[in-house]
Nanobody, 118 residues
Framework: VQLVESGGGLVQAGGSLRLSCAASGSIRSINAMNWYRQAPGKQRELVAA???????NYVDSVKGRFTISRDNVKNTVYLQMNSLKPEDTAVYYCYANLVVGGKIGNYWGQGTQVTVSS
């Protein structure tokens, strides 16, 4: 199983970016697909979460600015980030809890850098 992220980059404050994370492999089903981020010197934090039932949850600092969505046919999760702030600068990681060969496992992407300049 692989999680491949894309869409990071450098943007000015107030700008937008869209991150994508595609899961591939012998996946039977996907439960949660989430986005985390880790800024230099800080712990990794959950930014946005999505459940197989369509539920979503966000950390307070991104509510109203970020939107998580999923394409269950493509096994892909997206993070639309609007009104970006310098404090959003971090490496963003995709996470998935999914079923492979009858077993549930946790998987991580390699991370994609998001840099917001002031």
């Amino acid at each position: 199983v692989q999680l491949v992220e894309s869409g990071g980059g450098l943007v000015q404050a107030g700008g937008s970016l869209r991150l994508s994370c595609a899961a591939s492999g012998s996946i039977r089903s996907i439960n949660a697909m989430n986005w985390y981020r880790q800024a230099p010197g800080k712990q990794r934090e959950l930014v946005a979460a999505s459940t197989s039932g369509g539920g979503t949850n966000y950390v307070d600092s991104v509510k109203g600015r970020f939107t998580i969505s999923r394409d269950n046919v493509k096994n892909t999760v997206y993070l639309q980030m609007n009104s970006l702030k310098p404090e959003d600068t971090a490496v963003y990681y995709c996470y998935a809890n999914l079923v492979v060969g009858g077993k549930i496992g946790n998987y991580w992407g390699q991370g994609t850098q998001v840099t917001v300049s002031s």
